[in-house]
C-alpha cells in the first residue's frame, strides 16, 4: 500500500485532477442528482435520503473491496488511480490561489472563480468575503480533501477511502439546512459529521504545529502567536461553528494568520449565519493567500508522512 500511495500522491502533486480523466465524485454526483429528483418528494423523505445515504455508500465500499480482492497488477493500478482520485490537495491550493489572482484582476473575476469552490451564493460578495470564503474553502477542505481521505486509508483501506469520498460528496450535494434539504439530507449530513470527526481535529493540530514551527512564513512577525495562544484561540472557536467540524481547520488557520472567519452567507436564496472566528477582521490580502497555502501543502506532506508510518 505504501508504494501506490506514494505513487498516487505524487501524481496528484503533479496533475491535479485532469479534466481528460474520468472522475469518480463526478459518477457519484450523477448517482446522488439522480435519485434526489426522484425522491426528494412527497412524504417520508427523511427515511428516503437516509435510505439513500446508506445504500450509496455501502455499495460504493463493497464494489470497491469486490474490484480489488484479486491479487494482479491490475489492482495495484486501480488503487493507485483510486488514491490518486480520492486525495485533491493540488486542485484545491491551485483553486485558491485561482481565487485570488483573478481578484486582483476585478472583484468580478473574483466571485465567479470563488463561486467553483463554494456552496454559497457569490453574486454580490465584496472583496473580502471573497477572500474570506477562498481561506475558509482552503481549511475546511484541507480536512475534507486531503487528511479525512488518508485517514480511511489507513483505517479501512482504498474501499474505505472511496466510500469516505460518497460520504462528502453526499454531504456537499444535498446536506444542507435549506428548505429543500432539510429533511431529505440531514442523514447525509450527520454521516459526514461522523466522517470528520477526528479528521477535521487532526487537520486543526496539524495546522497549529506547522503554523508555529514555520512561523518564520508570516508575512508579518508581529502577528505569530506562542503554542499556547495558537491552541487557546482554536480551543475557543473551533466549536463555535455551526459545523461540528468544519470550525476546527478555519480556526487553525485563522489562529495562524490572525483573521476573522464566518458571518452571514446566502445558500440557494438563504441567508445562513456562521459564528464569527475570531476577533480580528483585519482586511486579508493576496500575502495572506501565499502564507495559508504555503502551510497546506506543508500540513499535506506531513499527513502523508504520518499515513506512511500508521500503514507500517
Not at 45 to 73: E, H, I, M, Q
Not at 113 to 137: C, F, H, K, M, S
Not at 238 to 244: D, L, M, R
Request: proline share 4%.
Amino acid at each position: 500500500m505504501h508504494t501506490e500511495l506514494l505513487i498516487a500522491w505524487v501524481a496528484d502533486l503533479l496533475l491535479g485532477d485532469p479534466s481528460w480523466l474520468p472522475h469518480p465524485v463526478v459518477g457519484m454526483g450523477r448517482w446522488i442528482a439522480f435519485w434526489e429528483h426522484r425522491l426528494n418528494r412527497g412524504r417520508w423523505r427523511v427515511a428516503k435520503g437516509a435510505l439513500l445515504a446508506a445504500v450509496s455508500v455501502c455499495a460504493v465500499y463493497f464494489l470497491v473491496r469486490w474490484l480489488l480482492s484479486v491479487d494482479s497488477w491490475f489492482v495495484a493500478a486501480m488503487k493507485v488511480l483510486l488514491i490518486f482520485c480520492c486525495l485533491a490537495g493540488c486542485t484545491l491550493r491551485r483553486e485558491v490561489g485561482m481565487v485570488f489572482a483573478a481578484l486582483d484582476r476585478s472583484l468580478d473575476e473574483g466571485r465567479r472563480q470563488v463561486g467553483r469552490i463554494v456552496g454559497r451564493d457569490t453574486q454580490t460578495l465584496t472583496a473580502q468575503e471573497v477572500r474570506t470564503a477562498a481561506l475558509e474553502t482552503l481549511a475546511e477542505n484541507l480536512s475534507d480533501g486531503v487528511v479525512a481521505p488518508l485517514f480511511w486509508l489507513c483505517l479501512l483501506g482504498v474501499p474505505g477511502m472511496v466510500a469516505y469520498k460518497m460520504v462528502n460528496t453526499l454531504d456537499s450535494m444535498i446536506g444542507y439546512r435549506t428548505e429543500r434539504y432539510r429533511q431529505f439530507g440531514c442523514w447525509a449530513a450527520r454521516m459526514d459529521d461522523v466522517a470528520n470527526f477526528v479528521p477535521a481535529r487532526l487537520t486543526a493540530v496539524l495546522l497549529v504545529v506547522v503554523g508555529w514551527v514555520y512561523g518564520k512564513l508570516l508575512h508579518e512577525p508581529e502577528r505569530r502567536r506562542s503554542w499556547r495562544e495558537l491552541c487557546t484561540f482554536v480551543w475557543r472557536y473551533g466549536p463555535q461553528h455551526a459545523s461540528p467540524n468544519s470550525g476546527w481547520p478555519e480556526a487553525a488557520l485563522a489562529a495562524v494568520i490572525d483573521c476573522q472567519f464566518g458571518g452571514t452567507h446566502n445558500y440557494f436564496g438563504q441567508a445562513v449565519y456562521k459564528p464569527h472566528i475570531g476577533e480580528n477582521a483585519r482586511a486579508l490580502s493576496t500575502a495572506d493567500a501565499r502564507v495559508s497555502l504555503r502551510l497546506a501543502f506543508v500540513v499535506e506532506v506531513v499527513a502523508v508522512c504520518v499515513a506512511f508510518l500508521a500503514m507500517r
